[in-house]
Every structure is written in structure tokens, then in C-alpha cells.
Nanobody
């Protein structure tokens, strides 16, 4: 069982930046690939970014490519999502997730989920 706790969400103006963190409670964090998803009001949860367990391979949704960066620190059992040049359409609850697969691009690829953290971008 892996417990995930997100932090770092908040209210920011368009064009601003935020860094989300996700702390994992497992001794085998380095064996999990990690992902970030988001869900806006009235919409389905969508893929944002993923990073392989080695940290060497990353994938991004087209909507965030060039603005968001996913990274991980296996020594701290933590994955990060650095978000820059934020837009109002980035407003959503952001979820961290873990999978034993090499990487995951859809909700069903992931085994464990955090409770989410709210990001609100004002125009």
C-alpha cells in the first residue's frame, strides 16, 4: 500500500508559477513510476505528466508541454510538478498517482492516488 499526499496548491495569477509536491509513504518509492493528473469542475480527470521510476523518461500532455516540468527525488520519496506560465484553464484539482508500470498515461494505469490539491489561476 502506498499513501500519497500532495501539497503546494493555491491561488495564483495568470502567468505565475507554482510547484506541487507529492510525498509517498513507501520504502520502495524508486520502483514506482509517478504521474500527475488534474480534474476541472464538470470535466473528467486528465493526464498531465508522468516520470519513470528511474527519473530518466518523462511524458507530458500537449496542453502543458513547455510550461510544466515533472521531477522526482527518490531520496525524499517525493515527486514534483513545477508549473510555469499558468493559465486560467489550468485551474483544477491536481492529483498525484503511482504505478508499478514503466510509465502510465491514463487513469487506469495507476494503482494509488492522493487526495488532490486545488490550483486556481485567476485571469
Amino acid at each position: 500500500q502506498v499513501q500519497l499526499v500532495e501539497s503546494g496548491g493555491g491561488l495564483v495569477q495568470a502567468g505565475g508559477s507554482l510547484r506541487l509536491s507529492c510525498a509517498a509513504s513507501t520504502r520502495t518509492f524508486s520502483s514506482y513510476s509517478m504521474g500527475w493528473f488534474r480534474q476541472a469542475p464538470g470535466k473528467e480527470r486528465e493526464f498531465v505528466a508522468t516520470i519513470a521510476w528511474t527519473g530518466g523518461r518523462t511524458y507530458y500532455a500537449d496542453s502543458v508541454k513547455g510550461r510544466f516540468t515533472i521531477s522526482r527525488d527518490n531520496a525524499k520519496n517525493t515527486v514534483y510538478l513545477q508549473m510555469s506560465n499558468l493559465k486560467p484553464e489550468d485551474t483544477a484539482v491536481y492529483y498525484c498517482a503511482a504505478t508499478g508500470r514503466r510509465y502510465g498515461l491514463v487513469n487506469g494505469d495507476y494503482d494509488y492516488w492522493g487526495q488532490g490539491t486545488q490550483v486556481t489561476v485567476s485571469s
